[in-house]
């Protein structure tokens, strides 16, 4: 079972950044996928971003071009990079890990609130 603690989540001012970082409990393989889903109030959840073994990464169209994913393998941590947020990204940003770059979430983090509000 793989176990995922995320953290960096907060209140920031539009245009303001915040970097989310999600950490599991046993080392991320080379072979798995990983990145954010989002929901907020009334809404669907939604996939912010993710990154594949090999470092492609995705974006949703509403964040692209601000945010950015990483991941750093040694210490079994995925970061996204939020810059010049909007109101529009409130939402509980939830981590997930794939076991393949083929498969569906197959864990989850236990949610980090983001609220972008003035």
């Known amino acids: 079972q793989v176990q995922l603690v995320e953290s960096g989540g907060g209140l920031v001012q539009p245009g303001g950044s915040l970097r989310l970082s999600c950490t599991a409990s046993a080392r991320i393989f080379s072979i798995n996928a990983m990145g954010w889903y989002r929901q907020a109030p009334g809404k669907e959840r939604e996939l912010v971003a993710r990154i594949l073994s090999y470092g492609s990464t995705t974006y949703a169209d509403s964040v692209k071009g601000r945010f950015t994913i990483s991941r750093d393998n040694p210490k079994n941590t995925v970061y996204l990079q939020m810059n010049s947020l909007k109101p529009e990204d409130t939402a509980v940003y939830y981590c997930?890990?794939?076991?393949?770059?083929?498969?569906?979430?197959?864990?989850w983090g236990q949610g980090t609130q983001v609220t972008v509000s003035s």
């Open positions: 997930f890990y794939s076991r393949s770059d083929l498969s569906g979430p197959n864990y």
